[in-house]
């Protein structure tokens, strides 16, 4: 398993909350392998799209170190 840094950690809270209203609609019963390729799709997105505003936001908020 990655060991995460600080940032990125907080960060994985944000991609919880994006991803649960696509899990709702999917079905919190189904395993990754009854997925259809673009529910997939859409999972990895959302993931990515979450992780990288989430953690813009962290950056933002701190001192550039110069």
């Known amino acids: 398993m ?3 840094t600080e940032e990125e950690a907080m ?3 944000a991609v919880m909350r994006a991803l649960a209203p696509e899990m709702e609609r999917i079905g919190w019963d189904r395993s990754l392998g009854q997925l ?3 529910d ?3 999972l990895i997105v959302i ?3 979450a ?3 989430e ?3 962290i950056a933002s908020q701190s001192e550039v170190p110069f």
Do not use: I
């Open 55 to 57: 953690m813009f936001e």
């Open 36 to 38: 259809s390729q673009n």
């Open 2 to 4: 990655v060991d995460f």
């Open 11 to 13: 960060a994985l809270h």
């Open 40 to 42: 997939m799709h859409r």
């Open 47 to 49: 993931t990515v799209e």
């Open 51 to 53: 992780f990288r505003a």
